[in-house]
């Protein structure tokens, strides 16, 4: 199978919180608030329930997402991964703090990628630059291998 690049941006969340909001008519905030994963940093320190919402919204954006890129249940096999963070702001971000841990247990559940340990994703590389008119995040998925039906 041919490489493929998915890319999250402003106009990516814009489109998922159309959906979001008539979904949950009564929610106010918005249900992912940047076009890259939440720094490590950030929800390590947070209190389960919270860590755990965070990581639920993540989850149900992903599928959403995945599902629109036409990729859901595709059972990828074996993969490699790069994940290309544009942060907003040219404030300090630690490269590891990028770790996009939500993404990639949404795509497990999305169907996307069988799993997200070891012997089907070999390798995830991580990149961060500064992008201040369009954050987003690219991922880049090569060396792909389907499962056999």
Avoid at 7 to 13: A, E, F, H, K
Avoid at 85 to 103: L, S
Avoid at 116 to 128: A, G, I, N, Q
Avoid at 130 to 144: A, H, Y
Wanted: with cysteine; aromatic share 12%; hydrophobic share 35%.
């Amino acid at each position: 199978m041919d490489d493929i690049k998915l890319v999250i941006d402003s106009n990516t969340l814009i489109d998922y919180e159309r959906i979001y909001f008539k979904l949950h008519p009564k929610a106010t905030k918005k249900p992912i608030e940047t076009p890259y994963h939440t720094p490590m940093n950030q929800w390590m320190i947070m209190k389960r329930p919270m860590m755990n919402a965070l990581k639920q919204r993540w989850k149900d954006f992903i599928i959403w997402f995945i599902k629109k890129q036409g990729y859901s249940n595709l059972h990828i096999e074996k993969c490699e991964m790069k994940f290309t963070t544009w942060y907003a702001t040219n404030r300090r971000h630690d490269v590891d703090a990028a770790t996009p841990k939500f993404i990639l247990d949404g795509f497990a559940d999305a169907g996307f990628i069988i799993d997200d340990d070891y012997k089907h994703l070999s390798s995830l590389t991580l990149e961060c630059y500064v992008d201040k008119e369009n954050p987003r995040t690219e991922i880049e998925i090569k060396n792909i291998v389907l499962k056999e039906n």
